[in-house]
């Protein structure tokens, strides 16, 4: 998986901070995005994030691992 890839999420992931469903409880499975950023390092120094894979839709980004996500 690389940057600019289309993926979709394959796994239920409840989200409360979609912007047409705020403070709601959203579910993501289904939905297409494409891969905005894969955090590996911060400032020059390596990192190991939890959510490595951040995915950027049509009305936001959000973070996922990477087993959460499947290529189109």
Do not use: N
């Not at 979609?18 to 590996?40: C, M, N, T, W």
């Amino acid at each position: 998986m690389q940057q600019g890839d289309r993926v979709r999420v394959c796994e239920s992931v409840i989200v409360y901070t979609h912007p047409e469903h705020r403070g709601e409880p959203y579910d993501l499975k289904g939905q297409d995005g494409e891969v905005f950023a894969i955090l590996s390092d911060w400032k020059g120094r390596p990192i190991s994030p939890t959510l490595p894979v951040v995915v950027k839709f049509a009305r936001g980004r959000f973070h996922f691992r990477a087993e959460e996500l499947e290529s189109l």
